[in-house]
């Protein structure tokens, strides 16, 4: 049976709980064993299964802080959703490569997520609005 909105609303919002929290083992508990997890741009490139998740995470919250997403909209499909935000906070470490310098910084992100059965997320691709990035965050 394909989870409804409201399902969909209150796992993408756990799993950005957790990032807020900066709890690696929550952002992990949400996703699959055998996830596609895919952060356009980043270095390492798309991953997948739990494990090749991980290390984005651990650099992610090792490079910003005090983080909060704004939802923006979401469109919904059959077991997917695509969800655009805003996340503001600050950057103590080297966010995307760049020196943050515990300078405040915000930019849209792109979520397109599919859900597995169980509700949990099977595949999730990230888009960040890197310019904007680069913008605040001057070298």
């Known amino acids: 049976m394909p989870l409804t909105p409201a399902q969909m609303d209150a796992q993408i919002d756990e799993h950005f ?8 083992e929550g ?14 741009g980043w270095p390492g490139g798309p991953t997948r299964g739990v494990e090749g998740a991980r290390p984005f995470y651990e650099t992610l919250f090792a490079d910003l802080s005090d983080g909060h997403v704004e939802t923006i909209r979401r469109l919904y499909g059959e077991n997917f959703l695509v969800d655009e935000s805003l996340w503001r906070g600050k950057a103590p470490g080297r966010p995307f490569g760049l020196e943050g310098r515990d ?5 849209r992100l ?24 680069q913008q605040q965050l001057p070298q």
């Open 27 to 40: 952002v992990l508990a949400t996703l699959t064993p055998d996830v596609n997890h895919d952060i356009v």
């Open 103 to 107: 300078r405040p910084l915000e930019f």
């Open 17 to 24: 709980g957790f990032e807020q929290a900066d709890n690696v």
């Open 110 to 133: 792109l979520h397109v997520v599919e859900y597995a059965d169980d509700g949990k997320m099977k595949a999730e691709q990230v888009w960040i609005d890197l310019a904007a990035i």
